[in-house]
Nanobody, 127 residues
Framework: VQLQASGGGWVQPGGSLKLACQIP?????????IGWFRQAPGKGREFVAS????????FWADSIQDRFTFYRDNTKNTVSLRIDNLSPEDTGVYYC????????????????????WGQGTQVTVSS
């Protein structure tokens, strides 16, 4: 199963990006958790946010402020993460991941908990 991540690019500080993760249709109709992780240059992959199917529950990393918003497009089997007021500290590769089924919130932060991963999309914030 391959998740399709897109929407990254270069943006100036203060700008916005909307990262999209397309999910295969046969999974989209089941219970699942979608997670977003990011990997800054020279650092490990860290949890950003997760959301259960239909957006019922959303969890954020402690360091994440209200600049991040989830969006869902059920017609395209897509879950998106919008990031506003980007800063150079947001630079990195952003990955979407999916776990089939549900799970305890503390599991959402674990990379190993997820069953499938997207290829990553690069976000570069600089002037």
């Amino acid at each position: 199963v391959q998740l399709q991540a897109s929407g990254g690019g270069w943006v100036q500080p203060g700008g916005s990006l909307k990262l999209a993760c397309q999910i295969p249709g046969y999974i989209f109709i089941k219970d699942y958790v979608i997670g977003w992780f990011r990997q800054a240059p020279g650092k490990g992959r860290e949890f950003v946010a997760s959301q259960t199917k239909n957006g019922r529950f959303t969890f954020w990393a402690d360091s994440i402020q209200d600049r991040f918003t989830f969006y869902r497009d059920n017609t395209k089997n897509t879950v998106s993460l919008r990031i506003d007021n980007l800063s150079p500290e947001d630079t990195g590769v952003y990955y979407c991941a999916l776990h089939e089924g549900m799970g305890a919130p503390e599991s959402h932060r674990l990379r190993t908990w997820y069953d499938y991963w997207g290829q990553g999309t690069q976000v570069t914030v600089s002037s």
